[in-house]
């Protein structure tokens, strides 16, 4: 073989971009040309054969380039031919040209200085740097790469996606087009490659145009398993490279019992690289023509979007009597996101939905609006090393068909409206600040809370009483009016190691300033008494002892650690006499046994001489598994126990902490290494042991069968209206009958009320480039049985492609 290398210009490999239809129009004719008539059309006059493995440097043949670059070519061939009288040059026999990360291989490349083509043939194949492979019979192309022609061309990329195509031209510099095109991402058949691939795009021309950005397909068919399924004559989009790009874009269509068959188009302009504006209409069968707008704009630190939507209902008697969707004919809705980051630290934001009535976005599924729950609000945020700022304003709205919903909220059965039981917040502010430098040989922090929450309706769990009863049971999860609290805490911990002990002390300092504006005061809809302003204290020190114990024999390493920790404070003051608004849930398990306040919130504050006691035992080997143990108690030492007096919620009533002694809480995580994870996390009473609260959960991963299982057991709370045992069994698994096929479910059982509430079965096929699902699910009630809901889900996916999915139901008995 005859070898060359030359040093050619970086620059003539700009816009090789072989993603997309577009790149590889441009790929084999340009990436030939370039590799070939840099150096060939370098060559002078006589043949020169030259032997085996001979290597000649550019500057050895022809002289000094005048562009040079650190980018270099090799040329190798059995034979090279410069023929003076016909101003050609040939190279011949295995053929390599590598450059700057791309290869041709061919078995003969001939360079016509007087025509200027470059004709590459015999086995041409073509590797880019991104790993993608061209192959080609004969690639015919003029020095300019205006003009040319390849023959057979078939592209693979690293990605398994497959193009062919029976020739392809270059006209004008501009014009790609390929004949008989096919276009796949399944990989060919291994027992017969010319079988079709399950799935193929193929068209009888496919025209590429360079400067309009468009790609248009002539006699296009879609094919499963080498049929045609669906045809289009002609149609057309941007450029893949193209991202923003004036046009028509097709929506999905949409079937429902209320709403009909639906279908749509949607416009989208591109008036500039920064803004746009998109136009939708959809057209539903029995209601009508929905129509949206859109305009996106993205600034230098940002970006924001603004979109309405509106309906005229033509068949609102489609809808059960009773419903929103029912009584309302003219609907609409506006919306509006935005975020920006005004520097590094800070960023500024919102998220807003303002409509007509109650449930307009969920009815017509408007996008990124459709759930029962949204969140309106504007925030403003900053993070620094440690450092986190947080303020907003925030609305909560609950979407929901009920008549009257009209007004934006639904009665309850004590006549309030459960959206005027949801809050409006402002402000909600959250501030921490630690100390980058040590403060006395410890560590600094700082924490700062404001919320001042509003309603319009009282909102009460448990209410069954009537005018001036009331009972244990009856939480207050809001009151009508304001409530506004602000809570400042500071906290220094400091940490050192003392005779092989990890000895931690702390002091903190925590203050709360409650402001109330509540209606109704000392009657069944609001048991304050006073909307007096209230102030509240809690300084704590706090001393923990661990005294870590570790062993390793060389196949196991242990750790067995005690850890001991005393809590001194007063009493936590005025419980009871002001709302509880975030610190509502209340479960104890290891998880917070050595928290120095376990209430999830501000609102309540842990108050009381405590101690933690328990241990934590951890095994490892080497293989792979690991088992974690941890148990213990809290005691109460002195003071009022927080978790035994009644606030307005019952928070902390039932939860294991009301007595002197804690129930006892342990868990066990185990992880074996080869696929299965077990989990049980318990609560167990302090005298008798019986269990209060406990989980377990149980997972197992090979490559045929993944399943998990949990259970999860609630023992009877009176205080919050549970009077009986809870028992919950979830399990979900999914196994491999073939290579391609599946199976899977889910299924959750109730065993106190002997209830399948809710299961689900189904059946997937998943191959290199196409997978396909069908899913049955059904919901019950649990406790009388009742459907509430079943559907068929279907989704389909072709790789690079896209996915799309179907919901049908098939019953629908909801009631929110």
């Not at 023509?289 to 305009?295: I, K």
Request: charge should be negative; aromatic fraction near 10%.
């Amino acid at each position: 073989m005859a070898g060359l290398r030359y040093l050619c210009a970086d620059g003539a490999r700009d816009g090789l971009k072989p993603a997309g239809p577009a790149a590889l129009a441009r790929a084999p004719f340009k990436l030939a040309a370039l590799t070939v008539a840099v150096v060939l059309s370098l060559g002078i006059g006589t043949a020169l054969p030259l032997p085996a493995h001979a290597q000649l440097s550019g500057e050895d043949l022809f002289g000094s380039s005048q562009n040079q670059s650190n980018a270099q070519m090799l040329l190798e061939a059995d034979e090279l031919i410069y023929d003076q009288v016909n101003s050609s040059v040939v190279a011949s026999g295995n053929v390599q040209i590598a450059y700057d990360g791309y290869t041709l291989v061919a078995q003969r490349v001939t360079y016509n200085r007087a025509s200027g083509r470059v004709i590459a043939n015999g086995g041409v194949e073509i590797v880019e740097p991104n790993g993608n492979r061209i192959f080609a019979e004969e690639i015919d192309i003029t020095d300019d790469f205006r003009n040319g022609f390849v023959d057979a061309l078939r592209v693979e990329t690293p990605d398994n996606t497959h193009f062919a195509a029976e020739s392809a031209e270059r006209r004008d510099g501009s014009i790609a087009v390929f004949n008989n095109g096919v276009y796949t991402a399944c990989e060919p058949c291994r027992d017969n490659p010319s079988k079709p691939p399950l799935w193929q795009i193929r068209a009888d021309r496919v025209i590429i145009n360079s400067e309009a950005k468009t790609v248009s397909y002539e006699k296009a068919s879609f094919e499963f398993f080498g049929h045609p399924i669906a045809y289009l004559p002609y149609f057309s989009h941007a450029d893949p490279s193209i991202k923003r790009k004036s046009g028509f874009i097709p929506l999905r269509p949409r079937i429902s019992e209320e709403l009909g068959f639906s279908a749509g188009a949607a416009y989208f302009w591109a008036l500039a690289p920064h803004y746009d504006l998109t136009l939708s209409g959809r057209y539903y069968s029995r209601q009508g023509f929905l129509g949206e707008a859109e305009w996106r704009h993205r600034t230098y630190n940002g970006e924001y979007n603004f979109r309405i939507a509106g309906i005229d209902q033509q068949r609102q008697v489609a809808f059960d009597s009773g419903e929103i969707d029912r009584s309302v004919e003219e609907r609409g809705a506006i919306m509006s996101t935005g975020r920006f980051d005004l520097n590094s630290r800070w960023a500024f934001g919102w998220n807003v939905l303002a409509q007509s009535d109650g449930n307009f976005a969920r009815t017509y599924d408007l996008e990124g609006y459709s759930d029962r729950e949204i969140t309106n609000q504007v925030y403003l945020t900053g993070l620094n090393d440690k450092n986190y700022f947080d303020l907003r304003a925030q609305k909560f709205l609950i979407q929901d068909d009920s008549k009257d919903q009209m007004k934006g909220a639904l009665f309850t059965s004590m006549d309030d409206k459960l959206q005027e039981q949801q809050a409006r917040v402002l402000p909600s502010f959250d501030y921490n600040l630690v100390s980058d430098d040590p403060v006395a040989g410890g560590q600094v922090s700082l924490d700062v809370n404001v919320t001042s929450v509003d309603r319009d309706k009282i909102d009460i769990v448990n209410y069954a009483a009537g005018p001036g009863i009331t009972t244990s049971k009856e939480r207050f999860h809001g009151i009508e009016g304001r409530y506004t609290r602000a809570s400042t805490e500071a906290e220094w911990k400091a940490s050192s190691i003392v005779n092989g002990a990890l000895v931690t002390t702390a002091l903190s300092a925590r203050g709360d300033g409650m402001w109330l504006d509540t209606n109704k005061l000392n009657t069944e809809y609001n048991p304050l008494t006073s909307n007096d302003q209230i102030w509240r204290g809690m300084p704590a020190a706090t001393l923990e002892i661990r005294y870590p114990l570790v062993a390793n024999d060389g196949m196991v390493s242990h750790l067995f650690e005690p850890i001991a920790q005393v809590i001194v404070r007063p009493d936590e003051t005025h419980i009871g006499a002001f709302p509880n608004e975030d610190a509502q849930s209340m479960v104890f398990d290891t998880s917070n046994l050595f928290e120095r306040d376990k209430f999830s919130g501000f609102d309540r504050v842990e108050g009381g001489t405590r101690a933690n006691v328990g241990f934590r035992y951890a095994m490892a080997f080497t293989g792979g598994a690991s088992i974690n143990f941890m148990a213990g108690q809290s005691y109460h030492l002195a003071g009022q126990n927080s978790f035994a007096k009644r606030d307005l919620v019952n928070a902390g009533l039932e939860s294991g902490l009301e007595t002197d002694k804690s129930d006892y809480v342990a868990s066990v995580d185990l992880n074996t290494g080869a696929g299965i994870t077990v989990g049980l996390d318990g609560r167990f009473d302090e005298k008798s042991l019986n269990m209060r609260r406990g989980e377990a959960n149980l997972r197992y991963v090979d490559p045929v069968f993944a399943g998990s299982a949990s259970y999860i057991f609630i023992a009877s709370q009176p205080n919050y209206g549970l009077d009986e045992d809870r028992h919950e069994i979830r399990g979900s698994g999914s196994v491999k009958v073939s290579e391609y096929v599946r199976l899977f479910g889910s299924a959750a059982f109730d065993i106190q009320n002997s209830s399948l509430f809710s299961h689900s079965y189904g059946v997937a096929y998943d191959d290199s480039c196409f997978s396909l699902s069908a899913t049955y699910s059904e919901s019950d009630n649990r406790y009388d049985g009742e459907t509430v809901e079943r559907s068929v889900m279907f989704r389909l996916g072709l790789r690079t492609i896209g996915e799309t999915e179907y919901k049908r139901v098939l019953e629908d008995n909801t009631t929110n």
